[in-house]
């Protein structure tokens, strides 16, 4: 179900833990899968379960619990804005909305063509780089101004 | 980024975090000395005492203590933890120090794992500064090829090894039982204490759980003395802190700088309040801290005892600035809205009492406040505190309850009228797009 490469990377985590504490993996497992596949089905939370020698349920679990993971499909490029108080301060609003009406779409929604997602984030740490965003969970950008924004949008259209 | 301290002086930017870097700045020279000169367990810990590190994740806990907790003939694997799951709203100090200084986390680490006898290590980094984790993850094979990990370090006995593991977005697992169930691959929920982690932690072993910054501030305390860390600071509060500074101001950023630092200067080194504008509020220790009036905070000096003693808490060092602009409802909205959104769920009065707290703000921001709302947040707030596993509860009601003592007045004029104190130009102008 998972490429080889990923299986690799997972094994590279189980690696990190005691040899009877497989599960401390599920984590990264699930952040390797939804990589590969762009979202988490029930499919790929099974399989992870099994590579790991876990019950379903208890990777769903995992899951579920922590935002990062997305349980339903999402565009190729999952926008997540932090509106967050020290952030609001320093435009973070701003920046959402501006996101907001150049690819005509609300927070939780996808553009009609599947190319964009965008999300409203709570704290990412980074609070002094005020407005900050995420790209698909792992990149994050920095002080984005209005012109920023447009340079990202045309970039990851490409 | 600006230092007067021992963690972030001396470095430049992306350029200087490599394992070359940090031997240049004196890196491992702690533990080396350790090695060589077979200075006991005990003997580190005396010294960790004596600089009066206190625990720099927002509890303050003085760390020497801590590590004489962990039972000193343990038969079997005790574990050490570091907790850089920073995602405190307004707390971004753990990132600057793993991504420009990897190697001192990495050293405070290995030197308190000698010093606690723990055989393992992990870091638990927030899963939003990913390239954070990836960094610390390059530092770590850097250690490890050249004999600083792993198996007799540096030709001695003593073997530690030590793995990062990442959050994936849930601000639960900076709690730190939260944070071991985390890395035991569960939801993160806190557990019951006691039994507390130094009996019962990671896999059911003896746990130590520290923060970023105090890991990093360890081998500056080995290698110059105690006395030196602590003379940097002021009594019972010592060395130098990173602080966090967000919100209104010209030069957002990390400021390191001595505990004891008037706030008026700190508020200098960041740029001042932006646009000429007058100071209203600020939140001194991260979004959990009770929010501070102007002129209370210009009097508090930055350290422990002083915000302490002025009704709030220095708590993870994020200094929250907010001008005449603010709105202060909509400000505890937000708040109100990233607690309700973060608790865990599992105690009821935190899990329902978030969500009244939020919807009952969220309310009187939005005009539909009722006359009794003030009362009915405070019984809210009552009713949640003390009354839950983890402090998240306590967290999500102290900004309530402080916003509403400093500021009810403009709560009960958006009540009153429907409509915000500040005007919403002003208050648009105030949090525009701003970028230094």
Redesign the interface.
């Known amino acids: 179900m998972l490429s080889p490469e990923s299986l690799k990377k997972i094994d590279r985590e189980i690696a ?3 040899p009877d ?1 497989k ?6 497992a ?2 390797i899968a939804q990589e590969e596949k762009g979202w988490l089905s029930s499919e790929t939370i099974e399989f992870v379960a099994k590579y ?1 020698e ?1 019950p379903a349920i ?1 990777v769903y ?2 899951a579920s ?5 997305d349980l339903s499909p999402v565009g190729a490029r999952k926008i997540t804005v932090c ?4 952030c ?4 973070g ?3 959402a909305d501006y996101i907001k009406k150049r690819l005509g779409i609300d927070f939780n929604e996808t553009t009609s063509d599947g190319k964009f997602t965008l999300k409203e ?11 900050v965003l ?1 790209v698909n ?4 950008c920095s ?4 012109e920023k924004i447009d340079q990202l949008l045309e970039d990851l259209k490409k | 980024m600006s230092s007067q301290g021992i963690i972030l002086s001396g470095l430049d930017g992306d350029r200087t975090w490599r394992l070359a870097d940090y031997i240049k700045r004196g890196g491992y020279e702690a533990l080396r000395k350790i090695i060589a000169e077979k200075i006991s367990a005990d003997d580190v810990i005396a010294e960790v005492k004596k600089s009066s590190l206190r625990g720099r994740g927002g509890a303050g806990f003085p760390t020497g203590l801590k590590w004489s907790f962990m039972p000193r003939a343990f038969p079997g ?1 005790k574990y050490l933890a570091c907790n850089s799951d ?7 100090k ?2 600057d120090i793993l991504r420009y200084n990897p190697h001192s986390v990495i050293e405070g680490m290995i030197i308190a794992g000698y010093a606690m006898g723990c055989e ?1 290590g ?1 870091n638990y980094i ?6 954070v984790y990836s960094r610390f993850e390059e530092a770590l094979q850097e250690a490890r090829e050249a004999g600083l990990l792993g198996k007799n370090i540096l030709g001695s006995d003593f073997s530690f090894d030590l ?9 639960i697992c900076g709690e730190e039982t939260a944070l071991l169930e ?7 929920q806190p557990r019951f204490k006691p039994p507390f982690p130094a009996s019962f932690g990671l ?1 059911g072993k003896p746990t130590t759980i520290n923060n970023t910054e105090t890991f990093a501030s360890i081998p500056y305390i080995i290698r110059e003395g105690g006395d030196a860390f602590l003379a940097l600071g002021k009594p019972n509060n010592g060395g130098t802190k990173l602080f ?5 101001v010209n030069k ?3 400021y390191e700088i001595p505990l004891g630092t008037p706030f008026a200067d700190l508020l200098e080194m960041a740029g001042g309040v932006r646009g000429g504008r007058k100071l209203k509020a600020v939140i001194p220790g991260g ?1 959990s801290a009770p929010v501070l009036p102007a002129s209370v905070m210009m009097d508090c000096t930055m350290d422990y005892d002083s915000i302490s003693k002025a009704g709030s808490m220095l708590g993870s060092g ?1 200094v ?3 001008d005449e602009s ?1 709105c202060m409802v909509k ?1 505890l909205e ?2 109100s809205y ?1 607690y309700f ?2 608790s ?1 769920g599992q105690c009821t009065p935190c899990r329902e009492g978030t969500g009244w707290l939020y919807r009952v703000v969220h309310r009187i921001e939005n005009g539909l406040g009722r006359p009794d709302d003030l009362d009915l947040l405070n019984s809210v707030t009552a009713n949640i505190m003390g009354r839950t596993i983890c402090a998240l509860g306590d967290a999500a009601s102290m900004p309530v309850q402080s916003f509403i003592k400093h500021f009810g007045d403009e709560f009960a004029f958006h009540i009153e009228h429907k409509k915000c104190l500040v005007p919403q130009d002003v208050q648009r102008e ?6 230094a």
């Open positions: 990190k833990y005691p504490q599960q401390s993996a599920s984590m990264s699930l952040r790991l876990m208890a679990e995992v619990f922590y935002n990062m993971y509106t967050n108080l020290p609001a301060l320093s435009g609003v701003h920046a984030g709570e704290c990412m740490g980074a609070c002094g780089d005020a407005p995420l969970n792992h990149h994050m002080w984005m101004t209005e | 694997a920073e995602g405190e709203p307004g707390t971004f753990d990132r393992r992990y927030h899963g939003e500064i990913f390239e793995f990062a593991h990442h959050g994936y977005g849930a601000y985390s890395i035991e691959g569960k939801k993160g896999y966090s500074v967000s919100g209104h957002p950023g990390n979004s994020a929250i600035v907010m603010t400000a937000r708040l990233f959104e973060e865990c105030g949090s525009k797009i701003y970028v």
